[in-house]
């Protein structure tokens, strides 16, 4: 096991903000005005990483214009929603948060998830998801038709699916609509494995006939700038992982150092990426060494017998983002004992790609309803530490990019030019 995990260094974060995601930014307020249900998609691995901060301003404007002005009210659960009878008659207006590639993170860490972000975030209907279990899309189909249902007077309802790119927007209504739709029906919606694919608003898309349910998919919006410093840079490697941003803009070894370092915290004792090496292989720190042992395994030589780390460095972030992210789901809640029969002394843990916390004698030796309670309290610390970094961040203009800054700087210029020449006007008018 190891006992100090050091972190990578990770280059500095590009920016990737196509003029499609821009103007979809500008059509959503538009968008929101004739939309009933906001169907938010996250990616359960960066379940804090892939909240875009950019559409909070436009949500929640569009929220207070419905009457929400709080947002400490009661969430919308799959119980309530079946047996409330709140909204008749009202304007419909709920947010659903979906949590996507259920698959991809431990179980255990599901319900602590949703009573930490509940606690954090009480407006906010949390769902998690899986586009290849029926179970799971046949469970958020009956949200909303039951949504459409406690609102009789309106002869439909309309959802719009927001969300970063590549975070599997398409797959789920198309998903939805195959479970809401009595009979065959085609593939409605194209889909594709690289960001970017969809670049316009959808057509709208029958999701339930009794009620009327409709849907429209968006293009996926990443943020303008994703920071400077440490946050920034491991911001855009989470989402290079997830492939959510172009490949291209990231060195594929930097990928993997952070992967090997993210699996190393998930599971300390028998990291994932060890599946893949000759039984007894140790854990690695180093991303080099680490490669030319996969490379060796995987049979990737050049000429010459040289290893070749770079398309075995490809292999392997493939690898995760398939059967890889299921091997690294199955760690279980308590690890495996050490050699003599003790519990190892963990010092970091982590879930998904957000959540890492240190691990004391307490948390160990808790188990059942106790280790949930006390993984539910290190996931509301990391909640709070991300909305203050975010904070942070906003009043400092660290998350501001320099050509934002040239920008706000102009634009404040051209404010100050015309007020004067309003003035000088007003003045000769006066005279």
């Keep these: 096991m ?13 920016s990737w903000f196509p003029g499609h995601m821009n103007r979809f930014t500008k059509q959503l307020p538009a968008l929101l005005s004739r939309t009933d249900v906001v169907l938010e998609l996250r990616d359960s691995r960066l379940p804090l990483t892939s909240i875009n901060n950019n559409l909070e301003g436009a ?14 009210v009661t969430p919308l659960s799959i119980t309530t929603s079946r047996n409330s009878s709140l909204g008749y008659g009202g304007p419909i207006c709920e947010r659903i948060v979906v949590l996507n590639k259920r698959d991809f993170v431990p179980e255990w860490g599901i319900e602590p998830f949703k009573r930490a972000m509940k606690a954090k975030f009480p407006d906010q209907t949390v769902h998690f998801a899986s586009c290849n279990k ?10 909303l038709v039951n949504i459409a249902k406690r609102n009789p007077h309106a002869t439909e309802m309309n959802v719009l699916v927001i969300g970063m790119p590549n975070v599997g927007k398409s797959t789920l209504l198309n998903s939805l609509r195959n479970m809401g739709i009595p009979g065959r029906t085609p593939k409605a919606l194209q889909t594709s494995a690289q960001p970017g694919h969809t670049r316009a608003i959808s057509t709208r898309l029958k999701l339930s006939e009794d009620p009327l349910v409709y849907s429209y998919d968006s293009p996926g919006v990443m943020l303008p700038f994703l920071g400077k410093g440490d946050r920034g840079a491991e911001r855009g490697v989470k989402l290079a992982l997830i492939a959510g941003i172009k490949e291209g803009l990231y060195d594929i070894e930097a990928l993997v150092a952070y992967l090997l370092y993210r699996l190393n915290v998930l599971n300390p004792i028998l ?14 720190t180093n991303a080099e060494d680490f490669l030319e042992q996969l490379a060796i395994r995987l049979n990737m030589l050049l000429r010459g017998g040289e290893k070749d780390t770079v398309r075995a460095a490809k292999w392997f972030v493939e690898w ?8 690294s789901a199955s760690v279980p809640e308590n690890l495996p004992t050490v050699s003599d029969g003790t519990r190892a002394p963990l010092l970091r843990r982590g879930w998904g790609f957000d959540f890492e916390w240190t691990v004391d004698a307490a948390m160990n030796s808790t ?12 996931m ?13 961040d906003e009043r400092s203009g660290v998350g501001i990019s320099t050509t934002q800054e040239r920008k706000r700087s102009w634009q404040e210029k051209q404010s100050m030019r015309a007020a004067k020449s309003k003035a000088k006007f007003a003045a000769r008018k006066a005279a």
């Design 2 to 14: 190891m006992s100090v995990i050091p972190f990578p260094a990770l280059p500095t974060a590009p």
């Design 134 to 143: 029926p179970r799971d899309i046949r469970s958020l189909s009956e949200v």
């Design 271 to 284: 990291p994932a990426y060890l599946t893949l090496l000759p039984p007894g292989s140790r854990p690695f």
């Design 367 to 378: 188990g059942g309803g106790g280790f949930e309670s006390a993984v539910q309290m290190k």
């Design 59 to 72: 949500i929640n404007k569009w929220r207070a214009e419905r009457g929400h002005h709080s947002t400490h």
């Design 380 to 392: 509301e610390e990391c909640i709070d530490e991300s909305m203050r970094a975010a904070s942070e």
């Design 320 to 327: 995760w983002r398939n059967e890889g992210g299921l091997v």
